[in-house]
T-cell receptor
Framework: NAGVTQTPKFQVLKTGQSMTLQCAQDMNHEYMSWYRQDPGMGLRLIHYSVGAGITDQGEVPNGYNVSRSTTEDFPLRLLSAAPSQTSVYFC?????????????FGSGTQLSVL | AQKITQTQPGMFVQEKEAVTLDCTYDTSDPSYGLFWYKQPSSGEMIFLIYQGSYDQQNATEGRYSLNFQKARKSANLVISASQLGDSAMYFCAMRVGGSGGSNYKLTFGKGTLLTVNP
């Protein structure tokens, strides 16, 4: 009954460091995505994927890379962390269907960049 | 471009009263879906209710109902008989278009923080 699993839950980085946020889902969802949540800004889409080997940019992709080698996993990479990337990150997935397919969210990763 | 607007940064309601959280949307696509999510202080995102653009009736899920006014492009969430546990951030979101990868993105509003007073 895992759903969408994100690791780590908390992370502190120094400016310039790199890291990967992990996301895995066990529901065989085709669609996976990463959002960032900042105070007063709601959730903004970073990158998304419609299947293994296929990724595309969302609203705020700069400074982030993604890949989708399997249906289950969709890691988010910060290549050179900046203080502006301090945020809460959510991974979310869903089936393909019609517009009524809801997103299932992970529990989030709180990232601080010093 | 799609846009979701939630004009109420914060709302207060007395326990057991009803409350309406506003959401307006903008899209030129005739096919779209509207969602409401709840985010309690623990941080998880909880799906509440869905309304499709072609749905003839307003959606209801227990104490949650969606007041869908298509001509006004509004999709307000109504919570009846508020409980202390309803205190949370509420997000309205929209997906446009039919099936197809690029149309699967969910656009969120900035949220409304609801506080239920005892």
């Amino acid at each position: 009954n895992a759903g969408v699993t994100q690791t780590p839950k908390f992370q502190v980085l120094k400016t310039g460091q790199s890291m990967t946020l992990q996301c895995a889902q066990d529901m065989n969802h085709e669609y996976m995505s990463w959002y960032r949540q900042d105070p007063g800004m709601g959730l903004r889409l970073i990158h998304y994927s419609v299947g293994a080997g296929i990724t595309d940019q969302g609203e705020v992709p700069n400074g982030y890379n993604v890949s989708r080698s399997t249906t289950e996993d969709f890691p988010l990479r910060l290549l050179s962390a900046a203080p502006s990337q301090t945020s809460v990150y959510f991974c979310a997935s869903s089936y393909f269907g019609t517009t009524n397919e809801k997103l299932f969210f992970g529990s989030g990763t709180q990232l601080s960049v010093l | 471009a799609q846009k979701i607007t939630q004009t109420q940064p914060g709302m207060f309601v007395q326990e057991k009263e009803a409350v309406t959280l506003d959401c307006t949307y903008d899209t030129s696509d005739p096919s779209y879906g509207l969602f409401w999510y709840k985010q309690p202080s623990s941080g998880e995102m909880i799906f509440l209710i869905y309304q499709g653009s072609y749905d003839q009736q307003n959606a209801t899920e227990g104490r949650y109902s969606l007041n869908f006014q298509k001509a006004r492009k509004s999709a307000n969430l109504v919570i009846s008989a508020s409980q202390l546990g309803d205190s949370a951030m509420y997000f309205c979101a929209m997906r446009v278009g039919g099936s197809g990868g690029s149309n699967y993105k969910l656009t969120f509003g900035k949220g409304t923080l609801l506080t239920v007073n005892p």
